[in-house]
């Protein structure tokens, strides 16, 4: 349901109050919506020794290059995705020091604050240093630093801070898994560092690359310095990168913070309850809504929203707006206490109705996006435990749940089914999907439309089997996150390109245009196949598209609203000139001609004569 605002809602004749929620349809509780205020903060810790940059193997770029890369990558995002969230990046293992505790070896590049264009162009700066001669002569090299002075130096940059902070994230990048390889006394202070940071929580999180010589052993001492997410296997530990693409896939993972809708409990009982987050893994992302700014001086506009009686001309305060519904032509009028009554469906939560095969939930059923849920012991002590042994039951079975959802109060009540999912790991150990249950919504009876399909001649089997090769020859694995969506690229393109003061913006390739050369060179064949047995002889897909007569309107009754006129592609042109008759035909008649005939001619109808009747060489 709608929430109540005083903004749009609230207001004489308001039958929106009655509205279901949007198709977005997040729902998330007050308290959610203060914790979300919180600014996501994340400091990018990168190690700045020697080994770093170093060509490994067949990579162009060295590991410093990887991760600025990356740096740069993350800064981008949060400008388009959450502009308030702030971002550090300190850099240790470096001869210069700058850093207010005066720890040697350990170098603030930039301060933890919001994302911005000048900080981009400073990573710029960075990678156009390809061979690092620039790096060294401004920063230097030292392998004598101390991890747990890094540690302390991000530990003062979030306390410090003098914006309020929600979650708190060290990403450390490195090639070297023993910085303190013989020196057990720094090893051990990195590692109580690292847990009283863990007890405070701030999360320590390894973006290890792979070394040039060896392999990258997690255990010889990050084992006991990064943390663990809760949904992820503390056994599995995630393969060095050696690519760009390979380091930034997890980046991009982690440089969000996984923040839930909501935290609900889930009834599988009578006095037996679990606790679950609900979490939104794929919503559509729109570009952000322009700013108002006043024409004179630049400043932001605030916008103020009043409601004025029709009839009085006076301003309305809450109390004395009401909502009303039509019911037999009459206004049924409610105050707003009897409007959060009839909206009460009981307490939130979700309650188990039962089970179901897992066939039973048809592709057809899809109402919107679905949500996924996964045990929570902040609500509920032992949920872990019950949730794994109902996934593990579940798949097993091959059943899914069937639940009431209601995911607040005042809210409408929805039936879910809960497909339970496995947990999926890449070939490098990253996970790819989580494992929990996709909260997926169910339609109702009245949900369900029916269709009149026009009765059509059936295929002949040469033309089925003709379908089946071309279907076959086109068939891809299909990965949407290999497809960005075009219209976002190009707008962040051209924001990018103004901000950082570029001529032009960066190219980005559409990849929702069709390959042509590719699909004609791999079903090209099948497809003339299919044409010659499914149309006449002759047929030219883009002459019948032009040429294609318009549909008759058909009137409610179901007959035809008017008499078809005579179309422009019957009449005879040249005869109509000849005649001088022209002038009897319609203007969109003419025109039509025009474009057919490739003459080049507008203006009025006297003018669309004259130019046809050149055309057959009339005067």
């Known amino acids: 349901m709608a929430t109540f605002s005083a903004s749009s809602m609230w207001m004489w004749g308001g039958s929106d109050a009655f509205a279901e929620e949007d198709e977005d349809g997040q729902e998330i509780p007050a308290e959610q919506e203060i914790r979300w205020a919180n600014k996501d903060s994340l400091i990018m810790l990168i190690d700045c020794s020697k080994p770093m940059f170093q060509l490994s193997r067949d990579n162009d770029l060295s590991p410093f290059q990887l991760s600025i890369k990356c740096a740069r990558s993350v800064l981008m995002n949060k400008i388009v995705s959450s502009d308030k969230d702030l971002v550090g990046i300190v850099f240790f293992g470096t001869e210069k020091s700058g850093n207010p505790s005066d720890f040697k070896h350990v170098h603030i590049l930039q301060e933890l604050d919001s994302p911005d264009a000048q900080r981009i162009l400073e990573l710029d700066t960075l990678l156009a240093d390809e061979d690092g001669s620039d790096f060294a002569d401004n920063y230097g090299h030292n392998n004598d630093f101390s991890m747990n002075d890094a540690l302390w130096t991000c530990s003062n940059m979030f306390s410090t801070s003098h914006q309020k902070i929600g979650h708190k994230r060290i990403m450390l990048f490195t090639n070297n898994d023993d910085p303190h390889q013989g020196n057990l006394s720094l090893k051990r202070l990195a590692q109580t560092k690292a847990k009283d940071l863990n ?9 290890h690359i792979q070394p040039a010589k060896g392999i990258f052993d997690v255990t010889k001492f990050y084992q006991d310095i990064v943390t663990v997410p809760e949904d992820e ?14 380091l930034l896939i997890r980046v991009r993972a982690k440089d969000h913070k996984k923040r839930s809708l909501m935290k609900i409990p889930l009834t599988l009982g009578q006095d037996l309850e679990v606790g679950v987050s609900v979490f939104s893994l794929c919503r559509p992302t729109a570009r952000p809504s322009y700013v108002q700014l006043d024409s004179k001086t630049n400043q932001v506009v605030k916008t103020v929203t009043k409601h004025i009686c029709e009839d009085t001309g006076s301003e309305l305060m809450a109390a004395d707006i009401k909502y009303y519904q039509n019911f037999g032509g009459e206004r049924v009028v409610f105050e707003k206490e009897e409007v959060t009554e009839v909206k009460n469906f009981g307490k939130n939560g979700l309650t188990l109705m039962g089970f179901k095969p897992k066939s039973c939930v048809k592709r057809h059923y899809h109402v919107r996006s679905s949500y996924f849920i996964y045990p929570d012991e902040t609500v509920i002590l032992g949920s872990t435990r019950l949730i794994s042994a109902l ?28 497909v339970p999912q496995r947990e999926v790991l890449d070939e490098h150990k990253v996970q790819v999907e989580p494992p929990g249950f996709q909260l997926v919504f169910l339609p109702y009876a009245e949900d369900f439309r029916q269709l009149k399909f026009e009765e059509t001649p059936a295929p002949m089997n040469e033309q089925v089997d003709k379908a089946k090769d071309i279907i076959k020859s086109l068939t891809f694995q299909y990965n949407p996150d290999k497809f960005e969506n075009p219209a976002l690229q190009k707008h962040y393109a051209n924001l990018e390109a103004l901000a950082l003061d570029r001529d032009i913006p960066e190219e980005f390739i559409d990849y929702t245009e069709p390959d042509n050369e590719n699909i004609d060179k791999r079903a090209g064949d099948h497809i003339n196949d299919f044409i010659e047995l499914t149309f006449p002889e002759g047929y030219d897909a883009n002459t019948a598209q032009k040429g294609a007569a318009k549909r008759k309107t058909t009137s409610a009754a179901g007959g035809t609203a008017k008499k078809v006129k005579q179309e422009a592609t019957d009449i005879d042109f040249q005869e109509y000139a000849q005649k001088g008759l022209l002038s009897k035909l319609t203007v969109n008649d003419l025109k039509v001609f025009c474009k057919s005939a490739d003459i080049k001619c507008q203006g009025k109808k006297a003018d669309l004569i004259n130019a046809i009747s050149a055309h057959f060489n009339v005067n």
């Open 391 to 418: 996934l593990e039951r579940t798949l097993e079975r091959d059943v899914v749940a069937i639940c009431k959802f209601v995911p607040r109060l005042a809210s409408a009540p929805k039936f879910v089914a809960l």
């Open 233 to 246: 296997d503390i056994g599995v530990v995630p393969d060095a990168s050696e690519k760009f693409d390979e």
């Open 199 to 207: 007890d405070i929580g701030i999360e320590i999180e390894l973006m």
